[in-house]
Nanobody
């Protein structure tokens, strides 16, 4: 089995910063990519930022470009540095990873449990 555990959410004022972390563990052969999605109340889950393991290529939602940075400092962990936070960033943030397990050939998508980020105006 594979687990993704997030940490770092919380409450912050407009213009503040937070850093989210997500650690993957379990029967992992290879992590192909990792990143973050978010879901605000009454809205669909949306991609925030993602990073490819091999190339290091990153993608960002237009709404967070220049403010958020996705990074990894080891194969099983991904971070999301969020600066200049706005009330519109308030959401539950979910870690996502595309992982090939030891016992499988095809990779699968895995989700963390989510961490709440609240930005007050």
């Amino acid at each position: 089995q594979v687990q993704l555990v997030e940490s770092g959410g919380g409450w912050v004022q407009y213009g503040g910063s937070l850093r989210l972390s997500c650690a993957a563990s379990g029967s992992i052969r290879r992590i192909i990519a990792m990143g973050w999605y978010r879901q605000a109340p009454g809205k669909q889950r949306e991609l925030v930022a993602y990073i490819n393991s091999d190339s290091g290529t990153t993608i960002y939602a237009d709404s967070v470009k220049g403010r958020f940075t996705v990074s990894r400092d080891n194969p099983n962990t991904v971070y999301l540095q969020m600066n200049r936070l706005e009330p519109e960033d308030t959401a539950v943030y979910y870690c996502n990873a595309r992982i090939q397990q030891l016992s499988t050939i095809s990779p699968n998508n895995y989700w963390g449990q989510g961490t709440q980020v609240t930005v007050s105006s």
